[in-house]
């Protein structure tokens, strides 16, 4: 009989396990209720050592770490380094423990905007003060970067893929990344893309810009400036994967051109239609034709240098090279008024001139046609100096001769002579200088010449006119 009520209370225990266990109620609910309306439940509290250490945590079965997917603890410790654990929850996966997050962990998760609390709608506006890695295994050490993004393999750009793939949706859209002072909101760059926009042509535009702005000038002369730097190591190409080493910037297009700036200047010495101050080697187009002679300038490539504005000849200019001359008949004087001549004499005889500048290569050229006595003649040009420095003329001539340089009277001797020399001398700076040779004719003899003397620019002997262009 004992064995029998032994049996049947074993029996009944067997049940009870492999039914549902039930604490403080006779109803329970699941493999394990636990009732209570003043207690909780008390998990076992350990010490960790590490997010990928089991340890001190061993399998009650196999007497080793090798512990069941789902083993909860709390952890008492606090550790530091790339696996470092707090106090807080943990349950056991595959090779590690998983932190259990709670409210508290707000700066470890996304949050809303302007709050610590964390985002629970797909609209939500959120934010997070630590870095954000994509990409990156979990055993990195660190973020390079407030945004990491790690790829195995990078992702060329296309139509329908790329690392960052930033789309609109609208006709005519555009796409930016901006990048915004937080000290002053009126200062930002940034890069913009835009569709189908209209720049001219009747086909579909896209345009990608690169900008800065700021609240300040937007001219260059004053306040402040927005630049653009594309800085490199070696050449920047365009259109070209392979620029040349010897050139900064190298142009693949090979149906397209350059176009420089176009400008209006008002003569050569304008530094003011240029924002501001003219860097030497500086080119613009000019577009206007402006000035008076010898400061005027016309349409074509000017460069700055020595102060001024220097005009590119071309092979169109090359018939400019020589000197224009002015031949006037007037009545047989002395010493006749420059002034008289320039204003209110008649020009009888005017030409292009490229030979020396002596009557024995020039008279028959430039004298008045059956004209012996009583004439002038003015000889023009224009001279670039290479090398600044002091020039040094001189003169011979019967009758009176003169040289100006920029309207300054350099050396000349305005009277009835029979041969004499004279020289002088004038300091040229680098660029171009208006030359103005006068010869009058009195009576007699019809002789002068125009001479080189010691000078920066190497230049000797009679003067030629192809030293000269006209403008």
Do not use: C
Request: cysteine-free; proline content about 3%.
């Amino acid at each position: 009989m004992k064995k029998f009520y032994i049996i049947t209370l074993i029996l009944s225990f067997t049940n009870l396990i492999n039914a549902q266990v039930g604490i403080n109620t006779e109803n329970p609910e699941a493999a394990l209720d636990i009732t209570s309306s003043n207690s909780g439940i008390l998990i076992p509290r350990v010490a960790l050592t590490s997010k990928i250490e089991a340890a001190p945590v061993r399998n009650p079965n196999t007497q080793d770490n090798n512990l069941a997917n789902g083993t909860l603890v709390y952890n008492t410790a606090t550790t530091t380094g790339t696996n470092a654990v707090q106090p807080s929850f943990y349950y056991w996966q595959d090779t590690q423990w998983v932190r259990v997050n709670s409210e508290l962990d707000f700066d470890r998760d996304w949050a809303k905007t302007n709050s610590t609390s964390r985002a629970s709608n797909i609209s939500d506006n959120i934010y997070t003060n630590g870095k954000v890695g994509i990409g990156i295994g979990q055993n990195q050490s660190s973020l390079n970067g407030t945004l990491h993004i790690y790829e195995a393999t990078g992702t060329p750009a296309s139509a329908t893929n790329g690392t960052i793939y930033i789309e609109h949706g609208n006709t005519s859209g555009t796409s930016s990344i901006v990048f915004p002072s937080a000290f002053d909101p009126t200062d930002y760059g940034y890069i913009a893309y835009s569709d189908d926009g209209s720049t001219g042509s009747t086909n579909e535009n896209g345009l990608l810009e690169i900008g800065v702005a700021n609240d300040g000038a937007t001219n260059g002369n004053i306040g402040d400036r927005d630049n653009i730097n594309l800085k490199t190591g070696n050449s920047v190409g365009i259109n070209n994967t392979n620029p040349s080493i010897s050139a900064l910037l190298d142009l693949g297009t090979t149906n397209q051109g350059l176009l420089i700036n176009r400008v209006a200047l008002t003569s050569t010495v304008d530094a003011s239609t240029v924002a501001g101050t003219e860097t030497d080697g500086l080119l613009v187009y000019n577009t206007a034709t402006a000035g008076t002679s010898p400061q005027n300038v016309t349409e074509g490539f000017y460069f700055w240098d020595n102060n001024q504005w220097n005009r590119l000849y071309s092979t169109k200019d090359v018939a400019n090279t020589g000197v224009q001359y002015y031949s006037y008949d007037i009545t047989p004087q002395a010493s006749p008024s420059i002034n008289t001549i320039r204003y209110t004499e008649t020009i009888d005889k005017s030409g292009y001139y490229t030979g020396l500048l002596n009557s024995a290569n020039a008279m028959s050229t430039m004298q008045p046609t059956g004209v012996e006595d009583g004439f002038v003649i003015k000889i023009t040009g224009t001279y670039e100096v290479k090398t600044s420095g002091t020039f040094n003329f001189s003169l011979n001539s019967d009758d009176g001769s003169r040289l100006y340089i920029d309207g300054s009277l350099v050396v000349g001797a305005w009277n009835d002579s029979s041969g004499n020399t004279v020289s002088g001398a004038t300091n040229l700076a680098k660029g171009k200088h208006k030359f103005e040779f006068w010869f009058y004719e009195n009576s007699g003899s019809q002789t002068f010449s125009f001479s080189w003397g010691t000078n920066p620019d190497g230049n000797s002997g009679v003067i030629n006119a192809q030293s000269f262009i006209i403008e």
